[in-house]
């Protein structure tokens, strides 16, 4: 177990939030827990995801986690029950189900059934398929998730203001990457190029050209990130730089969120990086092909130029899909359109701020 049981009183608030899905979903929950604790301080939290992920929460104040391990332990009906039993040890008064998918839902059945209040977020999938879809499609910008979530807990009686950004705080940079980087004197550019689907994955060979502008350029160090599939094509665009490192498989992900936190510009695809860099308040610029920030999951508190996308008149049924996973023929190089130049300058302009 990830947790103590602290005694609570009869009274004492105590919400279980469960998101069990991927990093960038993860990471977007933050914001509202971090509004949450500051707001109610009344509140005990604890968050259920899978154990990969207990590092971005542990140093929230209230904030507790617990391990789903939904391959094992709890995988199945039976893990599933054992999962609600897991929670209901810790005597939590309420369920907030950031995820609504059909695990969350179970576990959520069996504490309303035990009487226990909840509420669940409203992901918005019809609008998010009006938003994709190829005919009839309604282009227009959608709830971000942040807000989504925001209304899970106002139905759980919690009012939370974000009229004021709220950011995790910035880490102390790991001797890993002190030993790798030095000290830091100069700018730092993290860059995670790639993700999980093609569709939202600016082509490689235009990155390149992204990378060796950036590299050109004096007092900037290049910090790539990506996952141990990525390790190849991460070292092809190193290639040979002395200012560009590829940081992966090098650090824990641990290291990796304290390095994140010390950048001063992240570039991403739509993917998990760019919510992580956006949580610690790094300024996030993101790369956008077959998704479209419309559909709310934008990095958050980040303004809408910060957000390049493709260009909507060559292929106008952009968006074609919410999570990039949808191929649609003649769509293959729609990221093609968004400049290298348009990239480099965006960047540059942010470090300059």
């Not at 103590?4 to 977007?28: E, K």
């Not at 106008?316 to 003649?330: E, I, Q, Y």
């Amino acid at each position: 177990m990830d947790f103590n049981i602290a005694p609570l009183s009869q009274h004492h608030p105590h919400i279980c939030i469960i998101r069990l899905s991927a990093m960038g979903d993860v990471a977007m929950t933050v914001p509202v827990i971090l509004a949450l604790t500051a707001q109610h301080p009344e509140v005990k939290i604890t968050v259920v995801s899978r154990p990969f992920f207990k590092p971005i929460f542990k140093n929230i104040s209230n904030v507790k986690f617990l391990s789903a391990h939904t391959h094992h332990d709890h995988k199945g009906l039976l893990g599933l029950y054992r999962l609600y039993r897991d929670i209901k040890a810790l005597r939590v008064t309420e369920i907030a189900d950031l995820h609504n998918v059909l695990r969350s839902k179970v576990v959520r059945l069996l504490f309303a059934l035990s009487g226990k209040k909840g509420a669940f977020t409203d992901k918005g999938r019809a609008e998010k398929a009006a938003l994709t879809s190829l005919t009839n499609k309604k282009f227009q910008p959608l709830k971000t998730m942040v807000e989504r979530h925001l209304e899970t807990f106002k139905k759980l009686g919690y009012t939370i203001n974000l009229d004021s950004p709220y950011f995790l705080k910035q880490n102390v940079i790991p001797l890993k990457v002190h030993e790798i980087l030095g000290e830091k004197t100069d700018k730092w550019i993290g860059i995670a190029p790639f993700a999980h689907y093609s569709g939202k994955t600016y082509p490689i060979d235009l990155m390149q050209k992204v990378i060796e502008e950036l590299s050109n350029k004096e007092g900037i160090k290049i910090l790539l990130f990506g996952g141990d599939s990525d390790l190849e094509r991460l070292e092809t665009l190193v290639n040979g730089k002395l200012n560009v490192y590829n940081f992966a498989k090098k650090i824990s992900f641990k290291e990796e969120l304290h390095l994140i936190s010390n950048l001063d510009v992240m570039l991403s695809m739509d993917s998990g990086n760019a919510h992580l860099a956006a949580i610690y308040g790094v300024k996030t610029i993101t790369l956008w092909g077959a998704t479209h920030p419309y559909a709310g999951f934008a990095p958050y508190n980040q303004p809408e130029e910060n957000c390049l996308v493709a260009d909507k008149e060559q292929y106008p049924l952009l968006p074609t899909s919410v999570f990039g996973n949808k191929k649609v023929a003649g769509y293959e190089d729609a990221m093609r359109t968004i400049p290298v130049e348009k990239i480099v300058s965006r960047v540059l302009s942010q470090l300059e701020n």
